[in-house]
């Protein structure tokens, strides 16, 4: 039997980052703050003072040009990890994400590969207002060419960034800042992880509760609660945004009868609506009721705790709201 | 260290007053701010303005009350110094409605279009293109007011300030950058973010008129601001005034400090902008000792005030969420 060991979300992500750094010489890590400062966040803290400056750039303030960079170095032969702070600022770097990382595959006729990881923090949850609390998942996966990474768990913390440096793909791996702090127990041999699959968290025969990122333990705690009052919820991690593994939450559909989707994206045009959407395509006779979903409200996040609570989505909605799916 | 000069400029003994009460209450303002942080009372980030008091007083006193004011997120001085109620500032990092931007907004985001203060843009350098086509509106409208945009020197590495200073030379708008460098951006001092550290050197690509100044220095930067000011209003062209500043206290209230050395802190401390003035007037005999305990005292009865109005604040109804996505009302 493996054993466990206790691990911050933040302490998951500077492990699988330090491995990288071990493994490969080709791989750097460039971002702003990430050496000197220690991470915005100190995931990379210490790191500077192990690996040095050539492999952990200090940039500056300048998003779409090192991220533009960070491409420049993967298609001339060196795996860069860039880290843009925080999705809010990774507007700024949409261009080069966008229009080149993503398309260079395509538009050059299969010569140019861009292997280059972008991790980028994400989410709601500081009071940080409007311009400091995007969700922008569904921004990212709406782009062919992208895969697409939401690292709803800790093991996906640890393991994530190892196989995207094997993608030949550009990766955008999607961090939640609010999980930083949060212990969970994975296993010590806990390593690489599959990036093509959804997950089945924990299973269930009543309801498929299909979510990603912070909804995960979100929807797991929800169904503690739920499972206290008699209902077996099925809890799905999306994980992979892009390309989206449909299979898995087509067959726990046709296994409960029953879907709901949890995000804390705004609604219209979200990764919600494209699972709803899927699921009505391609497994609408199973169904039996119609798919609901809780998402973020469609307003720029309030800094206050109490109107930015009320703009996504919570335990407490979430539990209601199987709640009346299955009795309606 | 720089010694306080006698300037050219004068101040009456009413202004110097003045100004001397606003450093005093934008530093102790924030003093007040941190405790509260500290007890949980604001959220979210708190970007303290201490150590570089000189620069918002000294560029905002050179403004007229029609000219346009854009911030940072690190603008709780320069709302003050525009004449912004310490009470709604206070209550909005409460996050109360009674807060200059019904609490939807916090530290970050100050706004109050009665005294033309346009925030408080925690994007970085996010607010340098909004100042431009501000100057542009008042161009085209025959306004004869100027826009001033504050921005740090990191600002200065994003694409956004070269594309600003290009197209405010280009268009011939009367905006006033005004570059707040306090040598760090976050952790990342400026030696790792610019090759050429003399920012002022980066308006004459641009054909922007540029000049630097002591931004510890209260008289002197009044000098340079009233300069700069009266350059874009006369000639209705952009002007790029770097303040050469320091900021005392941490990033943010989550900001640990490694990159830099505490003695390095002491030593710009010794250059505190606030004692300085103090001397300044105290030496000229423009103020008494008793003035100057008389001034604490008010700066200190209108912080407690702000604090009370804070408390006493409400919290907006969640039934309200989702206000102000879209206007009710035509726009005028
Ligand atoms: C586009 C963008 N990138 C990164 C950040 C995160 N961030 C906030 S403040 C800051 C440092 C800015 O430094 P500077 O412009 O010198 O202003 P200062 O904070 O020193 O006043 C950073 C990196 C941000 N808010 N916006």
């Given at each position: 039997?493996?054993?466990?060991?206790?691990?911050?979300?933040?302490?998951?992500?500077?492990?699988?980052?330090?491995?990288?750094l071990?493994?490969?010489?080709?791989i750097f890590l460039m971002g702003e703050d990430v050496g000197r400062?220690?991470?915005?966040?100190?995931?990379s803290?210490?790191l500077l003072?192990?690996f040095g400056e050539e492999r952990i750039m200090d940039v500056p303030?300048s998003?779409?040009g090192f991220?533009?960079a960070g491409?420049?170095a993967?298609?001339?032969?060196m795996?860069p990890i860039v880290e843009?702070?925080?999705?809010?600022?990774?507007?700024?770097?949409?261009?080069?994400?966008?229009?080149?990382?993503?398309?260079?595959?395509?538009?050059?006729?299969?010569?140019?590969?861009?292997?280059?990881?972008?991790?980028?923090?994400?989410?709601?949850?500081?009071?940080?207002?409007?311009?400091?609390?995007?969700?922008?998942?569904?921004?990212?996966?709406?782009?062919?060419?992208?895969?697409?990474?939401?690292?709803?768990?800790?093991?996906?913390?640890?393991?994530?960034?190892?196989?995207?440096?094997?993608?030949?793909?550009?990766?955008?791996?999607?961090?939640?800042?609010?999980?930083?702090?949060?212990?969970?127990?994975?296993?010590?041999?806990?390593?690489?992880?599959?990036?093509?699959?959804?997950?089945?968290?924990?299973?269930?025969?009543?309801?498929?509760?299909?979510?990603?990122?912070?909804?995960?333990?979100?929807?797991?705690?929800?169904?503690?609660?739920?499972?206290?009052?008699?209902?077996?919820?099925?809890?799905?991690?999306?994980?992979?945004?892009?390309?989206?593994?449909?299979?898995?939450?087509?067959?726990?559909?046709?296994?409960?009868?029953?879907?709901?989707?949890?995000?804390?994206?705004?609604?219209?045009?979200?990764?919600?609506?494209?699972?709803?959407?899927?699921?009505?395509?391609?497994?609408?006779?199973?169904?039996?009721?119609?798919?609901?979903?809780?998402?973020?409200?469609?307003?720029?996040?309030?800094?206050?705790?109490?109107?930015?609570?009320?703009?996504?989505?919570?335990?407490?909605?979430?539990?209601?709201?199987?709640?009346?799916?299955?009795?309606? | 260290?720089?010694?306080?000069?006698?300037?050219?400029?004068?101040?009456?003994?009413?202004?110097?007053?003045?100004?001397?009460?606003?450093?005093?209450?934008?530093?102790?303002?924030?003093?007040?701010?941190?405790?509260?942080?500290?007890?949980?009372?604001?959220?979210?980030?708190?970007?303290?303005?201490?150590?570089?008091?000189?620069?918002?007083?000294?560029?905002?006193?050179?403004?007229?009350?029609?000219?346009?004011?854009?911030?940072?997120?690190?603008?709780?001085?320069?709302?003050?110094?525009?004449?912004?109620?310490?009470?709604?500032?206070?209550?909005?990092?409460?996050?109360?409605?009674?807060?200059?931007?019904?609490?939807?907004?916090?530290?970050?985001?100050?706004?109050?279009?009665?005294?033309?203060?346009?925030?408080?843009?925690?994007?970085?350098?996010?607010?340098?293109?909004?100042?431009?086509?501000?100057?542009?509106?008042?161009?085209?409208?025959?306004?004869?007011?100027?826009?001033?945009?504050?921005?740090?020197?990191?600002?200065?590495?994003?694409?956004?300030?070269?594309?600003?200073?290009?197209?405010?030379?280009?268009?011939?708008?009367?905006?006033?950058?005004?570059?707040?460098?306090?040598?760090?951006?976050?952790?990342t001092?400026?030696?790792y973010s610019?090759?050429?550290?003399?920012?002022?050197?980066?308006?004459?690509?641009?054909?922007?008129?540029?000049?630097?100044?002591?931004?510890?220095?209260?008289?002197?930067?009044?000098?340079?601001?009233?300069?700069?000011?009266?350059?874009?209003?006369?000639?209705?062209?952009?002007?790029?005034?770097?303040?050469?500043?320091?900021?005392?206290?941490?990033?943010?209230?989550?900001?640990?400090?490694?990159?830099?050395?505490?003695?390095?802190?002491?030593?710009?401390?010794?250059?505190?902008?606030?004692?300085?003035?103090?001397?300044?007037?105290?030496?000229?005999?423009?103020?008494?000792?008793?003035?100057?305990?008389?001034?604490?005292?008010?700066?200190?009865?209108?912080?407690?005030?702000?604090?009370?109005?804070?408390?006493?604040?409400?919290?907006?109804?969640?039934?309200?969420?989702?206000?102000?996505?879209?206007?009710?009302?035509?726009?005028?």
């Amino acid at each position: 039997m493996s054993q466990t060991i206790k691990i911050t979300y933040r302490e998951a992500f500077k492990q699988g980052l330090r491995e990288a750094l071990q493994n490969d010489d080709r791989i750097f890590l460039m971002g702003e703050d990430v050496g000197r400062y220690g991470g915005a966040f100190a995931v990379s803290k210490g790191l500077l003072q192990e690996f040095g400056e050539e492999r952990i750039m200090d940039v500056p303030l300048s998003e779409s040009g090192f991220v533009g960079a960070g491409i420049g170095a993967a298609l001339a032969g060196m795996k860069p990890i860039v880290e843009v702070m925080t999705v809010n600022f990774g507007l700024l770097a949409m261009d080069q994400i966008v229009n080149n990382a993503a398309t260079l595959l395509h538009m050059s006729g299969g010569q140019l590969n861009v292997p280059v990881v972008i991790r980028i923090s994400c989410g709601i949850g500081q009071q940080l207002a409007a311009q400091h609390s995007h969700s922008w998942e569904p921004f990212f996966a709406q782009v062919p060419g992208l895969v697409v990474l939401s690292v709803g768990t800790h093991e996906d913390a640890r393991g994530m960034l190892h196989t995207a440096l094997q993608s030949p793909d550009p990766v955008i791996i999607i961090e939640y800042t609010s999980m930083l702090n949060l212990e969970k127990e994975i296993s010590t041999d806990m390593g690489a992880v599959n990036i093509t699959k959804a997950k089945v968290i924990k299973s269930g025969k009543d309801i498929s509760i299909i979510t990603y990122g912070t909804g995960v333990y979100k929807c797991l705690e929800s169904a503690d609660e739920l499972a206290a009052e008699g209902i077996d919820a099925e809890v799905i991690d999306l994980r992979v945004l892009r390309p989206l593994d449909e299979e898995t939450f087509l067959a726990s559909v046709a296994k409960t009868h029953r879907a709901l989707i949890v995000e804390d994206a705004w609604r219209s045009v979200s990764i919600s609506s494209e699972i709803s959407s899927r699921i009505m395509e391609k497994a609408f006779y199973e169904l039996d009721a119609s798919v609901k979903r809780l998402c973020g409200v469609e307003v720029p996040i309030p800094y206050p705790l109490h109107l930015e609570q009320a703009s996504v989505p919570q335990k407490s909605d979430i539990v209601k709201a199987v709640k009346r799916i299955i009795n309606p | 260290m720089p010694k306080t000069k006698s300037k050219k400029i004068d101040l009456d003994a009413k202004k110097s007053r003045h100004l001397f009460y606003q450093m005093l209450l934008i530093r102790k303002f924030e003093d007040k701010a941190a405790e509260e942080y500290t007890k949980a009372k604001i959220r979210g980030f708190l970007h303290l303005y201490i150590g570089e008091e000189a620069v918002a007083v000294g560029v905002i006193q050179a403004l007229t009350d029609d000219d346009n004011v854009l911030c940072t997120y690190r603008e709780h001085g320069h709302a003050l110094a525009r004449g912004m109620d310490a009470g709604a500032i206070m209550a909005e990092m409460y996050g109360k409605q009674e807060g200059c931007s019904r609490g939807r907004g916090g530290s970050m985001h100050l706004f109050d279009k009665s005294i033309n203060f346009f925030g408080g843009n925690a994007i970085v350098a996010g607010h340098l293109p909004m100042a431009v086509g501000m100057a542009l509106a008042s161009k085209k409208q025959k306004k004869g007011n100027i826009t001033c945009c504050f921005f740090g020197e990191g600002a200065a590495a994003e694409g956004e300030f070269h594309e600003a200073m290009n197209l405010a030379a280009l268009w011939k708008v009367p905006v006033l950058f005004v570059c707040e460098n306090n040598l760090y951006a976050m952790g990342t001092a400026i030696r790792y973010s610019h090759s050429v550290q003399e920012l002022e050197k980066k308006g004459a690509a641009y054909g922007v008129e540029s000049s630097a100044v002591n931004g510890m220095n209260l008289m002197d930067v009044i000098e340079a601001a009233n300069e700069a000011v009266q350059k874009v209003r006369d000639n209705g062209k952009p002007y790029l005034l770097v303040c050469n500043t320091y900021r005392f206290r941490a990033h943010s209230m989550f900001d640990a400090e490694l990159y830099r050395d505490k003695k390095e802190v002491e030593e710009w401390k010794k250059r505190d902008p606030i004692p300085e003035f103090q001397e300044f007037l105290l030496k000229q005999k423009i103020i008494t000792e008793k003035e100057i305990k008389k001034i604490e005292n008010q700066v200190d009865s209108e912080i407690q005030k702000a604090v009370d109005f804070a408390e006493a604040g409400t919290w907006e109804p969640i039934d309200q969420l989702t206000e102000f996505v879209y206007s009710e009302n035509e726009t005028k």
